[in-house]
């Protein structure tokens, strides 16, 4: 029998064969496949890693084999196929402050207590001898039986820098608490409310007494009082509304009552140029600003006062200086041009006598009220009142041995702490005045008294004089050259000199009068 | 002719009657007040309204605006034939701006009076009673 392929079994063989090829071609090209992919898969690690920066670590925990990507050089300056690749090195890495902490968490992670996920965030310690922070994660990809991790994988992130940014905004808050300015932000929430503060240093409480909790969270307005509110919310609202600056300066109360003066401005704020929903305030105290500015303009109203009375009384003076002055010079200018007789020369040159003596008064009056303005401080004394008086009356003796006033006087402040010719000065002047407008027809009454009121001295001089028409002279009264009666031997200038010889010791002048009834003065001065 | 010169002042006073009497002018009665309300009362009690007023400003009791302001209220039909003449040492220009507001004020002189501004006065506004 001859042996011959049976042309079945050959077409079995190709076909067999064929499958074979075409088996053997495929399981090359899986491979290939599967070798590409990897390569695929490679890539695109290395692009999360770049991306993240983090450095990634395999833990074998039963081998005690722990392997660390290439990144472990770029971030920390260890090469990962150098080290020692086991949990010790990298424990020994890790700050000894932090290090205890670290190793009993993770192994309790890996005794299967923990969480689902460890991390913890500690310094570790880099090739070049420095730390760097580092937030590490990791998961476990094998648990036996009980649960304990056989295998696990995690991240190394470096966070220095959040760290570093972390701190720094620290001591920013640090910063911004201790400033003396009230610092806060206002955000925008909706438009139905006043923005909200969203932050307030704590200077709020230094500056105002304010406790900040109570106004954090809370629309600007209600943390203003409600007299700030009625003067000047429509103004804050409009401000508000369109994204404008607002300030105000005003006299607060705080909660301990003291007074104190602020500036309070709060203004928009942009974001990378554009329009936000954030407000920056500010409060600071210009308390001392203020009472500076206010004092300013106190010295300077008294200034103008000072400049309008110079100049009244530069005009007065030069009145009172010319008008002897004409008179001389008229009289001598007739008696030259016109040949008098002799009766007339005695007449002209008691006309000349007359002025002389009124211009040499004049100059007297005047060289005393200069001397009172120029004085900024007076020197006092203790004086006795009464002694003063006695003194006075001796003086005038003359005029009071003929005229015979009854004074009578009640001290109940027997001593005063004032100067001593200018309070000679005015008693003086008072008790002349009285005798000169004395009523013909009447004894001279004169009552001084002395006694204490509301923590003032208060010395009271009354008389039954021909007294002052007040009502059409109250302006006049105490003015320079102001007469109120037809006497040829006044000049107008005694209670104007009273009435600075008064005020130049810090006292004050008023006065009461009846036109034939009386006068009464009042003199208060500082105890 | 009358003058009526108002004046605290005796001494100018009595050199104003001086001046007015060198001048020697016939008819010349000259009267002398020692303030505003004086001047008024004389003015009221006599009946005589004086073709020429001297007026001092700074008197007692009434000064010589107040008199002008009262004078103005005055009915007298020889009134506008009347002028006055402020006369003052002043040199405050506040009041002699306020000179300006009054119609009957025709100047304002300072002291000392001279015959020869007298007799210019007398020339000027005076004629009528003259001729």
């Given amino acids: 029998m001859e042996f011959e392929f049976h042309p079945l079994l050959i077409i079995i063989l190709i076909i067999f064969i064929i499958t074979l090829l075409f088996l053997l071609y495929n399981e090359s090209t899986d491979h290939q496949k599967k070798i590409r992919n990897k390569n695929k898969k490679i890539k695109r690690y290395k692009l999360i890693e770049e991306i993240t920066g983090n450095t990634f670590w395999e833990w074998d925990i039963k081998k005690n084999h722990l392997v660390f990507n290439r990144l472990l050089k770029r971030e920390y300056g260890y090469n990962p196929k150098k080290i020692n690749q086991n949990i010790e090195w990298w424990l020994e890495r890790i700050h000894p402050e932090d290090s205890v902490d670290v190793s009993i968490d993770l192994y309790k992670f890996v005794a299967g207590k923990g969480e689902a996920t460890w991390f913890y965030e500690y310094r570790f310690l880099c090739a070049d001898g420095s730390y760097k922070h580092v937030l590490d994660r990791g998961q476990a990809i094998l648990r036996d039986k009980n649960g304990s991790v056989l295998k696990m994988i995690g991240t190394m992130q470096d966070v220095s820098v959040i760290k570093l940014e972390e701190e720094r905004l620290k001591q920013l808050d640090k910063a911004i608490n201790q400033s003396r300015e ?10 139905d409310t006043l923005p909200t503060i969203i932050y307030i240093n704590d200077s709020i409480t230094n500056l105002l007494g304010i406790n900040k909790k109570n106004i954090v969270d809370k629309p600007i307005d209600e943390a203003l009082s409600d007299r700030l509110k009625e003067k000047y919310l429509p103004k804050l609202k409009l401000a508000i509304a369109r994204k404008m600056e607002f300030s105000f ?5 705080t909660t301990d009552g003291d007074s104190i003066w602020i500036n309070f401005t709060i203004y928009p704020i942009e974001i990378s140029g554009e329009e936000s929903d954030f407000w920056i305030g500010i409060i600071y105290d210009i308390t001392n600003q203020k009472l500076r500015q206010l ?7 008294e200034l103008i006062v000072k400049n309008n009375e110079l100049r009244h009384f530069s005009y007065i003076t030069s009145h009172n200086l010319r008008a002897p002055i004409a008179n001389l010079k008229g009289i001598i200018q007739l008696m030259l041009q016109y040949d008098p007789s002799k009766e007339e020369v005695i007449e002209y040159l008691n006309a000349l006598d007359s002025s002389t003596n009124l211009l040499n008064e004049t100059i007297e009056d005047l060289m005393k009220v200069i001397i009172i303005k120029d004085k900024l401080t007076v020197e006092k004394e203790l004086l ?16 009071i041995s ?25 008693m003086l002047n008072l008790i002349s005045n009285s005798l000169k407008y004395r009523k013909l027809d009447q004894t001279l009454h004169i009552t001084i008294n002395t006694f204490l009121k509301e923590n003032q001295i208060v010395l009271e001089f009354e008389d039954n004089g021909i007294g002052i028409d007040l009502e059409r002279n109250k302006d006049k009264i105490f003015g320079l050259y102001q007469k109120f009666h037809n006497r040829s031997d006044s000049k107008g200038m005694g209670l104007y000199i009273i009435k600075n010889q008064v005020e130049a010791m810090n006292g004050t002048i008023t006065v009461e009068s009846k036109e034939n009834i009386g006068t009464k003065f009042t003199l208060t001065f500082n105890p | 002719m009358h003058i009526l010169y108002i004046d605290d002042d005796t ?15 016939n008819n010349l009665v000259i009267n002398i007040a020692k303030n505003g309300k004086e001047a008024l009362d004389f003015i009221k009690k006599t009946d005589v309204m004086p073709e020429l007023l001297f007026v001092d400003l700074n008197m007692p009791i009434m000064d010589g605006w107040q008199f002008l302001d009262h004078f103005k209220e005055i009915n007298n039909q020889q009134k506008e034939k009347s002028v006055a003449v402020i006369v003052s040492s002043t040199l405050n220009p506040e009041e002699i701006d306020k000179a300006k507001e009054y119609n009957n004020v025709v100047k304002f002189i300072s002291k000392p009076i001279t015959t020869e501004l007298v007799e210019d006065l007398l020339n000027k506004y005076c004629k009528a009673s003259n001729a």
């Fill in chain 1, 182 to 191: 009230v610092k806060f932000v206002l955000e925008n929430i909706d438009d």
């Fill in chain 1, 295 to 301: 004092e300013n303009e106190s010295l300077i109203k």
């Fill in chain 1, 384 to 399: 006795s009142i009464e002694d003063i008086i006695n003194q006075i009356v001796k003086q005038l003796s003359i005029s």
């Fill in chain 2, 11 to 25: 001494i100018a006073s009595f050199f104003f009657k001086k001046v007015c009497s060198v001048i020697n002018r």
């Fill in chain 1, 402 to 426: 003929e005229i015979e006033p009854d004074i009578t006087t009640k001290f109940e402040v027997k001593i005063l702490n004032l100067n001593k010719s200018y309070f000679e000065s005015i």
């Fill in chain 1, 249 to 253: 300066e005003e006299n607060v109360y």
